[in-house]
């Protein structure tokens, strides 16, 4: 049986996300052994590592011949905020609250277009941005005390992956997939590093198991990035793209299994408003489009 390009993309979406899901689990589980910042700092050091040798193996350089430009620059200044606060949320939160605030990034990105780029939206999208919205704030569920910290560093990291997909679009053409993912395993070292001296942590990797864990997250989010970008060239990107939930999904099967985790139906729910909100508000601009 031969699939349709718009299956195989499908298929290499769902691969990526599931991928992504495991990688985060990995980073998670590692981060209850050893500091923040040094997992922050391993994980970049191994993954710029393999990006980088991908680079070479196309006879590329590892970074950008053109130098950083302006929109490199905020690109990576969004990734830096990006990854350092998702990395904060997966190490003291829960990974499912922190996963389904992530999927409001997309509505975000459609959001920032208008600012940035001029982009024209509708109510309709606008409307479905405002739910998705109120989806995060619902699994935020602030009391009379306010929001709490790891929540709050879900949402920035949110707001920091959106702003990095932003970006991107403004980054020049001539710079390839290897060396946006080594720019961004650096970002990742730069984080650790700063986090490392803030806190005044421990530079030992004392524990086997989750320096092994680290390694496995980097090489696998080389394989979820390079089946991302696959995915996104092959099928259609109306069909494609709302495969992106599934990461959710994946990540809830985990939450529960490994963490022992529980979401209450409230939260799925809201996870569920969420997503319906991003689909609707993608695969309505790519109809427009």
């Known amino acids: 049986m031969t699939l349709s390009d718009n299956q195989r993309g499908a298929a290499f979406m769902a691969l990526a996300m599931a991928t992504f899901a495991v990688e985060d689990a990995l980073f998670k589980a590692a981060t209850q052994q050893l500091p923040v910042g040094l997992c922050l700092l391993v994980f970049g050091i191994c993954g710029a590592t393999i990006f980088a040798l991908l680079a070479l193996s196309r006879r590329q350089s590892p970074l950008p011949a053109g130098g950083m430009t302006r929109g490199l620059l905020i690109r990576s200044a969004f990734e830096l905020m990006g990854r350092l606060f998702f990395g904060l949320a997966l190490a003291f939160a829960d990974l499912s609250s922190t996963t389904a605030i992530l999927q409001a990034?997309?509505?975000?990105?459609?959001?920032?277009?208008?600012?940035?780029?001029?982009?024209?939206?509708?109510w309709r999208r606008?409307?479905?941005?405002?739910?998705?919205?109120?989806?995060?704030?619902?699994?935020?569920?602030?009391?009379?005390?306010?929001?709490?910290?790891?929540a709050i560093f879900a949402v920035l990291g949110m707001i920091g992956f959106a702003g990095r997909d932003l970006a991107t679009r403004a980054a020049p053409p001539a710079v390839t997939n290897a060396q946006l993912g080594v720019l961004g395993f650096v970002v990742l070292i730069v984080a650790g590093v700063l986090m490392q001296l803030v806190t005044g942590a421990a530079w030992a990797l004392t524990d086997f198991g989750a320096t092994l864990n680290l390694v496995l997250a980097a090489m696998l989010g080389v394989v979820a990035y390079s089946s991302l970008t696959t995915a996104m060239r092959t099928g259609e990107v109306a069909v494609v793209t709302p495969f992106r939930y599934t990461r959710l999904v994946f990540a809830l099967i985990i939450a529960v299994v490994v963490f022992g985790e529980a979401p209450d139906p409230m939260m799925l729910a809201d996870a569920a408003l969420i997503v319906a909100s991003g689909i609707f508000a993608l695969t309505r601009s790519n109809r427009r489009t």
Not at 105 to 122: I, K, S
Not at 133 to 150: E, N
């Open 105 to 122: 990034a997309p509505l975000v990105v459609v959001a920032g277009a208008v600012v940035v780029f001029g982009e024209r939206v509708g």
């Open 126 to 150: 606008w409307s479905a941005i405002a739910l998705g919205l109120v989806g995060v704030l619902m699994v935020l569920r602030p009391d009379a005390s306010g929001l709490q910290a790891t």
